[in-house]
């Protein structure tokens, strides 16, 4: 059974900083892609950062560059956004997102979310 545990959301005031965290069971983690997608009231839900398996690439949403940062721990299955800088903007509920390197279609999972709100 595949699970993924987000936390560290909460509340903070505009050029604050945050980090979640992400935590994987049930999958091989290292065949995994991660990201970290994020859904504001009334929007899309948009890609906020990817990192590959190994994190050698990463890539990040146009409105986050320069002031997110998306890591990974294979040994300890877990992934991780640091967010720095933090906007009203940044708002949203923050989701963890598995997706297989070999079986992109078939294995691709999501956590439960948690809420990120800046406000002051």
């Known amino acids: 059974q595949v699970q993924l545990v987000e936390s560290g959301g909460g509340l903070v005031q505009p050029g604050g900083s945050l980090r979640l965290s992400c935590s994987a069971s049930?999958?091989?983690?290292?065949?995994?892609?991660m990201s970290w997608y994020r859904q504001a009231p009334g929007k899309e839900r948009e890609l906020v950062a990817l990192?590959?398996?190994?994190?050698?690439?990463?890539n990040y949403g146009d409105s986050v560059k320069g002031r997110f940062t998306i890591s990974r721990d294979n040994a300890k299955n877990t992934v991780s956004l640091q967010m720095n800088s933090l906007k009203p903007e940044d708002t949203a509920v923050y989701y963890c997102?598995?997706?297989?390197?070999?079986?992109?279609?078939?294995?691709?999972?999501w956590g439960q979310g948690t809420q990120v709100t800046v406000s002051s």
């Open positions: 997102n598995a997706r297989s390197q070999f079986s992109p279609e078939t294995n691709n999972y």
């Open positions: 049930g999958v091989t983690f290292s065949n995994y892609r």
């Open positions: 990192i590959s398996t190994f994190g050698l690439t990463r």
